[in-house]
């Protein structure tokens, strides 16, 4: 075959033998068949040309009109060919494999998992079901096929071994291009992690305060310049507070101004971006309750029990969200649990479960790294019977009447929850106490009033 000299232009260094040792210029005023050119190049270099597939040989009887490549390696070159005409090629040994598909796998290590569940939300009027399903990796072969079609109808679709975290895909190089490109950012945020730190308060309310906190006489001190800081409302942005200005020992006496403070848990828990965090606080019950009731061959009836359990107590379920300039935004579920009437749980007669309260809130905040958000409102009504009396007579059976007295006490407590999430860079060396592990500064050591 003879040698495009007019446009094809080989500068070689003085005494080089070795083509990765050449500088290339290649200027096209004119189409030329992009076989000639790799011809040339197979030539010059002493390398066997193996075409792969019959569309890499379609495209390879293709022009290229118009190029401009000065002083350049071997594989600058090359590189800048086969973009061109979006082929893939490799050299192995004296060979040069070029082709119009690739397979390539991936490796993405994640946790394989599923979730799927009901969520009801129950006013006066109407109960409110959601039905919720997740599966990642139907949904990351999904997104992988969407861009693989997006981007040319004809597409393979993508293998993926959700067990070894392996997904292998056939595709040409755009296709190629856009999947590793998905797939490392798909990487980098799930491989985010953020640490956060929730410490729950209960404040039993004082007969002034019954109906809540007064979140609007909130005053922190921003810096030593005593700049206030008000909160309109809680759970809002006028709720988020940076590192600098907010001070524990001042929020927890102007939580007891409102009543009686009490520590409840001050949880630290690690997770991934995108993925949930689940604190529990609280017991779990175990009860009897008769399930059915049986009339034996005397006529007598017969109850057979089942022993069952349930949780009361606060669950926190919060989300993060890492945005790309490092915000974070924050999904924010908590939800308290009580039983509407002890009693039920030592009534053998009750043929059904125990009655249970619920109040719970969603919210949905932005956030800065290492800023704390306080959201409270969530507010319960706890009943307990006192039984006042001469001791041991006020235990008698039909005695114990004439010697005790019930009083029914009931007060009313407020939930505050302090959420602070830092994001935990691995390049960046820091210690824990950066991340708020420290001594927490007990009620009897602060100036609670």
């Known amino acids: 075959m003879k040698k495009i000299f007019l446009f094809l232009i080989i500068a070689i260094t003085l005494f080089a033998t070795d083509c990765n040792k050449k500088l ?12 000639n050119i790799i011809s040339d190049i197979s030539s010059e270099c002493n390398l066997n040309v193996v075409i792969i597939d019959k569309k890499a040989k379609d495209i390879l009887n293709t022009d290229i009109n118009y190029i401009n490549i000065d002083n350049v390696s071997l594989k600058d070159f090359l590189n800048t060919l086969f973009d061109v005409k979006n082929l893939f090629y490799k050299i192995e040994n004296n060979n040069i494999y070029i082709s119009y598909y690739k397979t390539k796998t991936f490796k993405l290590d994640f946790v394989p998992n599923s979730i799927t569940g009901v969520s009801n939300v129950n006013t006066t009027d109407n109960t409110v079901k959601t039905d919720y399903s997740f599966d ?4 990351l072969r999904n997104n992988l096929i969407n861009i693989l079609s997006n981007i040319n109808g004809d597409y393979k679709k993508p293998v993926i071994d959700k067990n070894s975290g392996l997904i292998t895909v056939t595709a040409n190089k755009p296709q190629m291009d856009q999947i590793k490109k998905y797939l490392n950012d798909l990487s980098d945020r799930l491989h985010k992690e953020v640490l956060i730190d929730v410490k729950i308060y209960s404040v039993e309310l004082s007969k002034s305060h019954q109906t809540g906190i007064d979140w609007s006489k909130l005053n922190i001190a921003m810096d030593a310049s005593n700049i206030p800081l008000r909160a309109a409302y809680i759970g809002g942005s006028e709720s988020v507070f940076n590192s600098a200005t907010f001070n524990i020992s001042g929020f927890l006496n102007f939580l007891a101004q409102n009543g009686n403070v009490n520590s409840i848990s001050n949880p630290k828990i690690v997770t ?28 007598n009836p017969t109850a057979s029990y089942e022993i069952n359990s349930t949780f009361v107590g606060v669950v926190l379920d919060i989300t993060p969200q890492i945005s790309d300039n490092g915000n974070i935004i924050l999904s924010i579920s908590p939800r308290i649990s009580a039983f509407k009437n002890p009693g039920q749980l030592k009534d053998t007669k009750r043929d059904m479960p125990p009655d249970t309260k619920d109040n719970s809130l969603i919210s949905v905040v932005r956030m800065k790294n290492n800023q704390t958000l306080v959201l409270g409102g969530l507010i319960t ?16 059976p039909l005695v114990k009447y004439l010697f005790s007295s019930k009083d029914e006490i009931t007060s009313r407590k407020e939930l505050v929850f302090v959420i602070t999430p830092h994001i ?11 991340y708020g ?7 009897e050591d602060l100036d609670v009033k």
């Open 136 to 139: 990642f990796w139907q949904n």
């Open 381 to 396: 009504d706890d009943s307990n019977v006192n039984v006042n009396g001469v001791p041991v007579l006020k235990e008698i």
């Open 437 to 443: 592990f420290k001594k927490l500064p007990g009620l």
């Open 272 to 299: 991934l971006n995108n993925q949930k965090a689940l604190i529990r606080v609280g017991d779990t019950i175990y009860y009897k309750y008769a399930n059915e009731i049986t009339t034996n061959s005397n006529g």
């Open 424 to 434: 935990i860079d691995l390049n960046t060396k820091k210690t824990l106490k950066d």
């Open 24 to 35: 290339f210029t290649l200027h096209l005023k004119s189409p030329v068949k992009f076989s």
